[in-house]
């Protein structure tokens, strides 16, 4: 068993008293009044700079907040480390596409070395969660597939990871798409994705078609990428919803984006919203400039709500480090929010709305604050980081760099640095 002292949980108010925390097997298995011993110094790394067995945490204080996931990632895309290169997109989504295939080939690194990169800012962040979206097309056929594969299971010691297998250059509209992405999901893909069924493949029923025929054939769950907006983004959220249900796949079924919920009326977004938690489709967010997610009517919903930080540094877009706290402090801002309570509330999005995502969590009422299987409740898993500062409000507005991150009561980053890892700069 292991014991962490004196630590502040998530949600909490500053006069709140510090606690002791116990994990066994992985898992929180009580909470107590701190009882204000001093631990001894607690070895953390092995001569080797491996994570040591580790008894007695001393917390000192900090806030102990339940880890966070990134789960709109580009693993295959980003560029993050490398040299910096000038944007050449041209503000279209065709053009972003394209632009990017002209262009992936040409990194400093291999997809596969690069997005190894990639976890190890993540993680040290304080993720240990990623659902990465994978390229599948007619011009890297499996080549980005296998190398996010590769690296994601070379951390699966230390991360939870799901992999899309994404057809974003449309389905319809290339030839030799729905046998790659079979391959890929054959090869263990856990999601098929697709992309705008409407306006960019053009033929709603057939892209649909697919993504569900695909994903029945196999077992495997759907992320659909819906940048429509207007009444062509509720058409393909409809249609969406009404599949789900047909096909029984609550709580399998995720849409990205889904700018719609910004840019309709307030009825029809409300209308939707109730067509998606009846079908348990769950939703993510990137924490966009443009196009913020209706979060109150989300949450009056307990539909599945997480954060994902998109492309970093890539071809699409100069933004993304890395950094998930960084990103939570982007999904407040974004929102223009200034409550502490609606802080928390995005970190609560980034932390537990990430994971229930990935689980396939049903919109089943159960409170997200508290929750036993996917937050800081007895039984979770002890998955966390502690945080220097005064309120969770402050950790999401000063983001400090110094964290400890752990998986599975296991320290497994600290001060941006992975246990027997390179330093990330």
Avoid at 94 to 120: C, F, K, L, P
Avoid at 261 to 290: H, Q, R, Y
Avoid at 304 to 327: I, K, M, V
Avoid at 343 to 357: H, N
Wanted: hydrophobic share 40%; glycine share 12%; net charge negative.
């Amino acid at each position: 068993m292991t014991t962490v002292k004196n630590v502040r949980l998530f949600p909490r108010v500053p006069e709140s008293p510090a606690v002791d925390v116990e994990i066994s097997e992985g898992r929180f298995s009580g909470f107590s009044p701190a009882d204000g011993s001093s631990p001894a110094p607690p070895s953390t790394l092995d001569p080797e700079g491996s994570a040591a067995a580790v008894d007695v945490i001393d917390g000192a204080g900090r806030i102990l907040l339940p880890s966070l996931g990134d789960v709109h990632a580009h693993l295959d895309s980003n560029r993050l480390g490398q040299t910096f290169r000038p944007h050449t997109a041209d503000g279209t989504l065709h053009g972003y596409i394209m632009n990017d295939r002209r262009n992936w080939r040409h990194g400093e690194r291999s997809v596969g070395d690069q997005a190894t990169y990639a976890i190890a800012r993540i993680i040290a962040s304080g993720g240990t969660r990623i659902r990465s979206h994978a390229q599948v097309d007619a011009d890297c056929g499996l080549e980005r597939f296998h190398g996010v594969k590769a690296a994601l299971e070379a951390h699966a010691d230390v991360l939870e990871g799901q992999i899309v297998a994404f057809p974003q250059a449309g389905i319809v509209s290339e030839k030799g798409v729905r046998e790659l992405l079979d391959a890929a999901l054959s090869e263990g893909a856990d999601l098929v994705g697709g992309l705008d069924p409407l306006l960019y493949d053009r033929d709603p029923a057939s892209h649909l078609d697919t993504v569900f025929a695909l994903a029945d054939r196999h077992g495997k769950g759907i992320d659909i990428h819906l940048h429509e907006a207007g009444t062509a983004g509720l058409f393909s959220l409809e249609e969406i919803a009404a599949r789900t249900r047909a096909a029984g796949m609550a709580g399998q079924v995720t849409v990205s984006h889904a700018f719609a919920l910004n840019t309709n009326p307030e009825p029809e977004v409300a209308g939707i919203l109730d067509a998606l938690a009846e079908a348990g489709v769950a939703l993510t967010t990137v924490a966009p400039a443009k196009g913020v997610l209706p979060q109150a009517a989300i949450a009056h919903r307990r539909l599945t709500l997480g954060l994902g930080e998109d492309g970093q540094r890539d071809c699409w877009s100069p933004y993304g480090d890395g950094d998930l706290l960084r990103r939570t402090w982007q999904l407040a801002f974004t929102n223009g929010f200034r409550l502490d309570a609606d802080i928390e509330g995005c970190l609560d999005i980034a932390s537990r709305g990430g994971a229930r995502v990935m689980a396939g969590a049903r919109p089943d009422g159960s409170a997200l604050i508290g929750d036993s299987r996917f937050g800081l409740g007895v039984g979770a898993p002890a998955d966390f980081v502690l945080v220097d500062a005064d309120t969770v409000t402050s950790a999401v507005m000063d983001c400090p760099p110094d964290r400890d991150v752990f998986k599975a009561g296991r320290l497994i980053a600290s001060g941006g640095e992975l246990i027997g890892g390179a330093r990330l700069g």
